[in-house]
């Protein structure tokens, strides 16, 4: 092997380190920026990378202003799992319930296939935290009375998600005046803090609960996610979405 091959390789594994790296954006690291435009306009920059990232168990979804995307295999190191969703232990039903308010998240942010479809370099609509958990309600109350007529809709976990959402009160203050983490209010705000901290939303303002932006590369993501049975579910209880944007 030449030492350009090896020089190739280094340099593939320095942009995928690059892209596990949170926050660290091109525009503000010029190797980054110059790395990725390599992997752009040179096949064996991109057949390096790919490779690297395939021998970590990850793949290259894209690339966004704020860098590049990648997605991890469910049997990979870098796989994110319910299980460590958050440091404490979760029931059975909360990560159940946990799973639908991402599945909802995702949904309010891309609710039809031109949402997905949109630029790679365009960021995403902004929203607010209490619009969100008026729409989680909705959806879960959507999703029942569909139920009603159809027993077997949605897989079993779903159906119990949805169940378990309805009975939890929306909001609730700790003594120190934070929000109940197991009211619908905890945890929304909880799963758009993990989002934020994956670079996928970025706060905004604390303005309706807070308010939040979808990134491009939360789009990327959410595209890997539309062919998953349960999110094509939850996109297409359109009415749930339009009566909480109205409010």
């Known amino acids: 092997m030449t030492p350009f091959h090896f020089e190739t390789i280094e340099s593939a594994a320095r942009l995928v380190a690059f892209g596990l790296t949170p926050g660290l954006k091109p525009a503000r690291e010029p ?133 378990a959402i309805l009975q939890r009160p929306e909001t609730r203050a700790t003594p120190d005046g934070r929000r109940a983490a197991s009211t619908l209010h905890g945890m929304v705000e909880y799963a758009l803090e993990v989002l934020d901290k994956g670079s996928l939303v970025r706060r905004l303002s604390d303005d309706d609960g807070g308010t939040w932006q979808a990134l491009a590369a939360y789009r990327i993501h959410v595209r890997e996610l539309a062919a998953h049975d349960a999110f094509t579910l939850v996109q297409s209880v359109r009415p749930a979405r339009d009566a909480a944007a109205q409010e």
């Open 31 to 163: 190797a980054y920026a110059q790395l990725i435009e390599r992997y752009r306009t040179d096949p064996t920059m991109r057949h390096c990378t790919d490779a690297v990232a395939r021998g970590l168990h990850l793949a290259v979804l894209g690339f966004t202003p704020q860098g590049v995307v990648l997605g991890a295999n469910e049997d990979g190191p870098f796989a994110h799992k319910l299980a460590d969703y958050r440091r404490t232990t979760l029931s059975v039903e909360d990560r159940m319930c946990h799973g639908l308010v991402q599945l909802a998240i995702a949904a309010w942010c891309f609710p039809a296939a031109q949402d997905l479809a949109a630029s790679d370099d365009s960021a995403g609509l902004r929203f607010s935290t209490n619009k969100v958990v008026a729409y989680v309600v909705r959806l879960s109350e959507e999703l029942q009375r569909r139920s009603q007529h159809d027993p077997e809709l949605g897989s079993p976990e779903l159906r119990e998600a949805w169940r």
